[in-house]
Structure formats: C-alpha cells, structure tokens
C-alpha cells in the first residue's frame, strides 16, 4: 500500500460507546496529524506528532486521545463523544513538521455520534 | 481574525468553462507558504501546489494555473475549460512562521461542473 491509510472509513457509535481511528502512512514522514472536519467549517487542526512525540494539542476535549506508537502509525480513540462530534476524522503526514512541508491526507473515517 | 478567506463558498459552472477560485490571505510574516488542495467526494485532501512567500512567480500545470500577488495578498486559482471530474471541495491554506509555521486552511470553495 501507498500513501496514508485511514481505517475505519464509516463509523457509527453511540455516546457510550469506545471506539478508536486507525491511521498509517507508507510514505517513511516524520510528522502526523489529526483533523476534525465539520459541515461548513475550516478544518480543525486536533494533534500533532513529530518523531512520535506529541507536538499540539489543540484545546482538544479529553474524550478524544490520540496515540502514537511510531512515526508510521497514529491512532485516535473515543470515548463518551457528544452527537456533535460528528464529523470527519482526517490524518495527514509530511515529512517533518509543518512549514513548507506538503501534507498528504488520508481518506478520513466519517464519524456519526448517536 | 480569519487568516485566509476564501470567500466564495459554493461555485457552479458549466463544462469548458474557466473558474477562477479566490483565496485571500492574511499575514504579518515576511516568510510564509501558501497551498491549494483539493477534495474530491472520496474525502481525501490532494495536494496541488505549494508557493513559498519569495516566489510570486505564476505557475500553470495543464489546466491549472496559479495567481500569487503579495500585493493584494491573493493566491487565486484558474480551471480551463472545466471538467465535470474537478467537481470537489478546494481549499487554500497558509503556513506561517509565526506560531511555528502551523497551516491554517480556508473554509473552502465547492465547486461544481456540469456536464
């Protein structure tokens, strides 16, 4: 596989519920990151990691914990989420960190809370 | 304040038309970046073209073409003669120095060909 892969691609979970997004990128970056993509909003940068270490933390509500384990895995679990954060989830990689590094996205995992 | 602006949100032209999507952006940096994605139905984010702030040199790519003037602090984007396959979401985003050159995207502009 090539590029950065998002699992699950649709997901619907009730408030109760657990549940994690798995992200993995195949193009050897150092530097990964969550957004939130809601209707009609810009997206919403949420973590970032460089060198699996976490650089950004949004103001980002504890129900969502993000996890890396190395630089070519990222995972976001969910917990106790609101209808609200219904949106979609997108990961993207780059090289190293921000700057003028291009950014490659995955196909995103979209979300509906119940 | 809103760091980039594209303020058409929704676009609809008709095949083999040329649209122009605006983005403006807003900067106190002498060195930053300035990106154009797109987003087709599939959900992914496909990068398009990247400019740094010292290069205001206009660049086409087949039917694409970029307009960068730090004048007005644009960085517009042409389709020639539009093709029902660039129906997607566009946004602009910008990387700055400041704040340690974190992207900041627009909200985005739809557009939709018909054929």
């Known amino acids: 596989e090539t590029g950065v892969t998002q699992t699950p691609r649709h997901l619907v979970m009730g408030m109760t519920n657990k549940k994690s997004l798995k992200c993995e990128q195949h193009?050897?970056?150092?530097?990964m990151y969550w957004y939130k993509q809601s209707a009609k909003k810009p997206l919403e940068l949420m973590f970032v990691?460089?060198?699996?270490?976490?650089?950004e933390n949004n103001s980002v509500p504890s129900r969502f914990s993000p996890e890396c384990p190395n630089s070519s895995h990222l995972f976001l679990h969910l917990h106790t989420l609101q209808p609200e954060d219904s949106a979609l989830y997108l990961c993207?990689?780059?090289?190293?960190?921000?700057?003028?590094?291009?950014?490659?996205f995955g196909p995103g995992t979209r979300l509906l809370v119940l | 304040a809103q760091k980039v602006t594209q303020a058409q949100t929704e676009i609809s032209v008709v095949e083999k038309e040329d649209v122009t999507l605006d983005c403006v952006y807003e900067t106190r940096d002498t060195t930053y970046y300035l990106f154009w994605y797109k987003q087709p139905p599939s959900g992914e984010l496909v990068f398009l073209i990247r400019r740094n702030s010292f290069d205001e040199q206009n660049e086409i790519s087949g039917r694409y073409s970029w307009n960068f003037q730090k004048s007005t602090s644009s960085f517009n984007f042409t389709i020639t003669a539009s093709q029902v396959v660039d129906s997607a979401v566009y946004f602009c985003?910008?990387?700055?120095?400041?704040?340690?050159?974190?992207?900041?995207f627009g909200a985005g502009t739809r557009l939709f060909v018909k054929a």
């Open positions: 193009l050897g970056h150092n530097a």
């Open positions: 993207a990689s780059s090289q190293d960190l921000f700057g003028k590094e291009t950014q490659y």
């Open positions: 985003a910008l990387s700055e120095q400041t704040g340690g050159f974190k992207t900041i």
């Open positions: 990691y460089n060198f699996k270490e976490q650089t």
